[in-house]
């Protein structure tokens, strides 16, 4: 009964196979490998646009880090949700890979930016010249930290507000495959369709033994996220290995089959829980949920050997963040059930 | 015939089986799995020092430049052989780490520093108060970029005239067995016992997938190194896999085990190239060297299916760089020979 | 009827003057010059600590950027007001010389953090181990970007809160001088003896052409401070001229005069503003208010010639931002009520 | 008898006292007083170039820095001569303001790159991919750190070899009006003719009180310039004082009237000095010079009154740095000479 996180749960079998199968031989590194012209191919064909330019990094902090960096300036203005991950959960990794942009936050209800803050904030930023930030550009993620999910719409519909201001956004997608199965969306119409301009596309929560994709929708951007990946140390030397993986998680949809039986799971536990009478803090709406519990159930569930962090909520309650993964089982959400109707 | 790099090669299939046995349900990620605990014993086992701070990351790239990071200052000169990976291969990775610190070549014969060249470049620089760049640290390649491999007195000569200015000594060991192999140093003699404070202890080359361990020998300055490399977007979540692999590398000698086959690979190699007629640009001494041939018979092993880098040398001749590696087999060095032979 | 800043007034003939005492001869540069080390004697006495590093810079964004450089990290929290000027007028200057600090906004009434909400917010950031920014230091301003002023008690309860998490407070004065002379305290007061570790005091806007000291009270950070103030550019050749600015503004009180008089004309037109009916927003208690009128009066008041800021307000209303300065007199502050009463 | 450095003399009267002129009444701060508005025409019209950006700031350093910052990247080399004292006097600033760029020492003679050692220079760096830094920006030096002047054709030459990588090119002028003196150059012969992209156009040493002029050729840099300017701390509010030293710098051919005094003082001074029976290090061309003796003689000279920095040079030797300022004396030089030959 391990909820912690997607990271915690490990790699998918294709997926660790894979790794044997590139093992073979000599391969050239830095990128210049086989697989990666394969999965390039892949993800343009996934996203439907054949010029898209991609890179892979080891982790999601440094695909969102990077996507910020090329797509803005030290002295930008980068607006995202509150509780954005890149805003409180990177230890300042955004501002290191910016030398400095700031991250300002949007609010929103279900951790969900609407238009309306959107426009707000960027009507506040930018307008006393040479003395404050300049607006740079928007960050959106989707899963949202709160676990819900953007429509296409609703993405768009941001986008729209930004491009209006002729800013970038991006999306951290470290959980996409979840929103596009929630959403029923496709790649293409959640990301360039819809007026993203950069995309984190997470392959670790969900599967993967660690790789993440940086997609760039203008090629002309292709060199300096090089450049700046070399610069920071992620552009890996074996670099098949982060290739293979990706293949593989791409390969025969794995990568939708993965998250289609996380968000399942999660959405079998959010129904239980439901049922057993606890407030969801936020709709539940992909493989993460923060039901509110007492302390008492806390206990309980913990002495029934469950896992997952919890965080402080209404007076006498604590919230659970619940993580629900590739390979959670239909017997493990069961068995938390029971635990916790006690 | 595959010599352009050891990091074309790919990984011994234990540490390819570690990850399948690491990948065994769920672990805490972001290195708080039980395999690194046991990687940090291992570590300071083989250094002999129970207190070292032991930390994994995916390239040397980011290894050198967080160690520099932690032990110098933005206004830091970093002095450092003139053709350093770190002053010519990285992209300024250093400089980005460090927030602009300086590197200050120094040169000598082979690859190699000399306490001489180091007191002078000392003694030039750091002199000009505040005006100047302060004199910050020492860092020294081993095995070297020219393939030559310090001894132990050596390091200890350098690491004795940068403590006479106080500075820290970084080793950047991305090919840290081969140098021990080649010595008969032990870990310990060949770092902290001759002066070395931080090492950038190389798996990737060596049979790894990707993962370099950075050991620390003064544990005060773990938290500051945990802090950048969370910024920098290194800290894996699913950390378990560079554990796993790590784990490996070291157990029952394997480390020690891949390169003594690839430093022997390396002297049969040179001496058969030699034994050929061809002058070697520096002493061979583990799995690197830099023969010199013309372009006549550069085309010869091209077409003979030899694969390595040329560089420019004397007119009418070009450098080869020929890297064995850990399965680089007698007969695939055989097979070049005979084709030098003609 | 100038009121836009105090930034627009020009300088006093005494400080004038002192600039042409000071150009006779030659003089050491650099900050060595005689001058200075009278202007540090001068500081050390004003503020009752005979140890204080004391330097000077030609703008007051440096001198709060190189304070928050020497106390805080690149993975720091810095706590401000929510309004505070370092977070909102200096182009994220503090981010740059900080290499990517993240400052973190504190409500408060009247331009004031309280207690309660820095401790809320220290609370709320620092937890969560290596992911998140760390607890960094706090930075007040006084007088406030509110044209309020904290007391030394007030300035002390943050302060206690800050040392609570053993954090450093810089005070930001850019008009410390007009904020003594509001509470009547004395600069140790309002400094060390209240829990600051580090002072921007500001000369620019109370009569100087534009020179502010920084004054540490722990003389182990000077170093520091002098090499990253080189690395700035901050560092001036012909530093007399800075040095002659401060002599002469501290010389017989001036200082303290200057701010004398630019609060009793900031009392005089803010009494006379109420008086007229005009909201404040904020207590007017030194020398800037920001008083609400509607748009018919701030058009009648430009016809008058009157010059100043404006900025939203509630619905048909815009706020006057009028500060006053040392050279402001009362038929001037006497002529805008007039014209004020229509 | 005072030869340290140029700027250890004071200000001209004239620009001391248009500082008393322009300290009357309220002017807008910032940059946008209406003597700046005067600068901007009169540096225009002295360069021939009606569409050049102008910006003032307080030092040489931050002029330089700012420069390569807004014509380089991160990943950029900088080529500039080994002695270059954006190389190696500023503590790093450059590696500062541009977040880590690399400077690559080019050799030559008496202070002067040479095209062909550029070129190769050139050849040599930023051939290596994404693994090496890119090529990115060319600074000159003129009057060199070594008292030697380029001509127009010798700058030219250099510009060209830049241009054939497409690379822009700055002029480091802290003495540009002793670089136009010395060669009968034109400010735009010395700079955009000869194909300069940025210069940094220095008044501080030449009887400023603190103030140098970047001018930019491409206006469509004007804006990043402004940004990074605001975001150092060197966007002064009392702009006034620095627009006000510019314009009586450039009345009246005043710069060059200064420029001529010293350069006479120079040439006498050198020449005396020569005729004494001392070699030069390298060709006194303008205001600097760097005379050989032995420290009986640097005793004597010392003994006499005379100060000025000493540097090894041939064993038993030390080389004297002497510069002449504005207000150098016949007199002053003559007493030298005196107490020179004893």
């Known amino acids: 009964m391990y909820f912690t996180s997607d990271n915690a749960s490990g ?7 894979a790794l044997t199968r590139a093992n073979d031989g000599f391969a050239r590194s830095y990128g210049a490998d086989a697989i990666m012209e394969r999965v390039t191919a892949q993800v343009r064909d996934i996203f439907e646009h054949p010029e898209a330019a991609v890179y892979l990094v080891a982790t999601g902090t440094v695909a969102n880090s990077l996507s910020l960096a090329v797509y803005s300036q030290p002295w930008s203005a980068v607006f995202a949700h509150t509780e954005a991950h890149i805003a409180t959960d990177e230890c300042g990794a955004p501002e290191f890979y910016t030398d400095g942009a700031k991250l300002i936050g949007v609010p929103g209800a279900d951790g969900k930016m609407t238009p309306g803050a959107l426009a707000e904030a960027l009507g506040r930023i930018g307008e006393s010249g040479v003395h404050g930030v300049q607006r740079g550009m928007v960050s959106i993620t989707n899963v949202t930290e709160a676990g819900t999910v953007y429509t296409t719409a609703e993405i768009a519909a941001l986008t729209a507000v930004a491009k209006s201001k002729a800013l970038p956004c991006h999306l951290d997608g470290a959980r996409f495959a979840n929103a596009l199965v929630a959403t029923g969306a496709t790649a293409a119409e959640m990301t ?54 990706f293949e593989a998680y791409l390969t025969d949809d794995l990568w939708l089959q993965l998250a289609t039986q996380a968000n399942a799971m999660g959405a079998r536990l959010a129904q239980g ?51 629900t993964s590739w390979n959670t089982t239909e017997a493990e959400v069961d068995q938390f059930l029971a635990a916790l109707r006690g």
Request: aromatic share 10%; glycine share 8%.
């Open 273 to 323: 829980v439901a049922v057993a009478g606890a407030r969801h803090q936020y709709p539940a709406q992909a493989n993460m949920m923060f039901p509110e519990w007492t302390l008492g159930t806390h206990a309980r569930l913990e002495a029934a050997g469950a896992a997952y962090y919890q965080m402080p909520a209404a007076p006498g309650m604590e919230a659970a963040r619940l993580v």
């Open 192 to 245: 360039w369709k819809a007026g993203i301009d950069v995309v984190s596309f997470g392959g670790t929560k969900n599967g993967c033994l660690g790789v993440e994709a940086v997609v760039m929708f203008d090629p002309a951007k292709a060199w300096e996220f090089e450049l700046r990946r070399k610069r920071a140390g992620h552009l890996v030397s074996k670099h098949r290995f982060l290739s293979a993986q």
């Open 11 to 17: 790699a998918h079998p294709d997926i660790l196979a």
